[in-house]
Every structure is written in structure tokens, then in C-alpha cells.
T-cell receptor, first 118, second 113 residues
Framework: EAQVTQNPRYLITVTGKKLTVTCSQN?????MSWYRQDPGLGLRQIYY???????DKGDVPEGYKVSRKEKRNFPLILESPSPNQTSLYFC?????????????????FGEGSRLTVL | DQQVKQNSPSLSVQEGRISILNCDYT??????FLWYKKYPAEGPTFLIS?????DKNEDGRFTVFLNKSAKHLSLHIVPSQPGDSAVYFC????????????FGTGTRLTIIP
């Protein structure tokens, strides 16, 4: 089954304690991305990766790091979490830039990771 | 600066009637638009898309209309069903095929049986 898997799904942590949210996809997608969802703000992009070893900042990258050492994995790292990073996080993957077609641009999302930083 | 706006946070529609969800954008360079649907405790799922060379795209009960001059798109669902109750996000991208999507804030649709 094609899917994007995130872990953990729920996490409560304290300010300053480093954490990693893992993301893995089994669709051989080149493109992966992290979003956070906050009330009234919709989905905002944190970081994205067009391919292995290629990452770039999205709209709200402050306080986050990512790495793309393998095609299937794209972990999100919070080196020193703060309460303003309390949010619902989504990882997504897609087929990447390609020929004109109806599926291009379609992202597949994980089920989300709800993070609370106290 | 919110480049993609969904001005209605919520919408309630009677079952069987038409649901119309609206989305406005400010960046005229956006050339590909998508709608995603999200149920509670799940990730968003792709629903329908439209490229800037079209003004309408239809898929079953779902139709998306694009008015480039007004920088406006809408999603029509007809007839509305209880399973359509969800949060709907519109999204836009630059350069067709670039998955760097900019999302709107979402509209919560409730279908009343």
C-alpha cells in the first residue's frame, strides 16, 4: 500500500529537549516536504527536498532542520524545541517535476504528528 | 502575506444540495491549483486540480472553476453527501509540476443530513 508514515503520531516534550519526527515514503518519490498546521493559518511549508541531498527552506524554517540522506526518508529535527513549535506536523511526498499530466503536483500526506512543547 | 485565501472558515450545507467553496489568490504567477480534503486525525488527501490553461475541471461530483482575471477559484460539490464533511484546503503552485505548494487556511464543510 502506497503510504507516507510519520512517527511519533503524538508527542509531549519540554522546551529545549531535542526531538526528531521521522517520515518515510514507499512510493519512490523524489520530492518530500514538511508542513505545519496551525489554527487560522492553514498549512505552512517548513522545508522541502527535491531529491536526495537536496533540501531547501519553505516559508517557516526557523527552529527546524532536515536531512535527506536516502530517497525514502526525510526526518524533521527540532534541535531546541520551544512552545511556539507546538503544532500539527505533516510530511508529504510527490513525484516531482515531470511531464504534463493530471497527477503532477499531487502530494501524498502522512497522518500527522501532534507535537506539544511545554 | 497570505497569497492564497479562503475567506470562509466554515460552511454548512443541506445534504443533496450544492456546496460551493471559494478560494482567492494574489500571485498572478500561480499556474496550477489543487484542492485537498482533510478528515480529523488524518492527513490531507488530494481531491482535484486545475491548470491555468483551463477554466473548468470535473471529476464526478466535484468541479473546480478557475477565473484567472479575478484570481479566484471555486470547488463545487453536487450533490453534497454526509461523507463530504471535512476541511477543504485550496493550494497553488508556481511552474506547473513544482510541488512547492502554497495552501489556504481551509474551510470546514459540514453537510447536514
Amino acid at each position: 500500500e502506497a503510504q507516507v508514515t510519520q512517527n511519533p503520531r503524538y508527542l509531549i516534550t519540554v522546551t529545549g529537549k531535542k526531538l526528531t519526527v521521522t517520515c518515510s515514503q514507499n512510493m519512490n518519490h523524489e520530492y518530500m516536504s514538511w508542513y505545519r498546521q496551525d489554527p487560522g493559518l492553514g498549512l505552512r511549508q517548513i522545508y522541502y527536498s527535491m531529491n536526495v541531498e537536496v533540501t531547501d527552506k519553505g516559508d517557516v524554517p526557523e527552529g527546524y532542520k532536515v536531512s535527506r540522506k536516502e530517497k525514502r526518508n526525510f526526518p524533521l529535527i527540532l534541535e531546541s524545541p520551544s512552545p511556539n513549535q507546538t503544532s500539527l506536523y505533516f510530511c508529504a511526498s510527490g513525484s516531482g517535476r515531470g511531464a504534463w499530466g493530471p497527477a503532477v503536483g499531487e502530494l501524498f500526506f502522512g497522518e500527522g504528528s501532534r507535537l506539544t512543547v511545554l | 502575506d497570505q497569497q492564497v485565501k479562503q475567506n470562509s472558515p466554515s460552511l454548512s450545507v443541506q445534504e443533496g444540495r450544492i456546496s460551493i467553496l471559494n478560494c482567492d489568490y494574489t500571485n498572478s504567477m500561480f499556474d496550477y491549483f489543487l484542492w485537498y480534503k482533510k478528515y480529523p486525525a488524518e492527513g490531507p488527501t488530494f481531491l482535484i486540480s486545475i491548470s491555468s490553461i483551463k477554466d473548468k475541471n470535473e471529476d464526478g461530483r466535484f468541479t473546480v472553476f478557475l477565473n484567472k482575471s479575478a484570481k479566484h477559484l471555486s470547488l463545487h460539490i453536487v450533490p453534497s453527501q454526509p461523507g463530504d464533511s471535512a476541511v477543504y484546503f485550496c493550494a497553488a503552485s508556481l511552474n506547473f509540476g513544482n510541488e512547492k505548494l502554497t495552501f489556504g487556511t481551509g474551510t470546514r464543510l459540514t453537510i447536514i443530513p
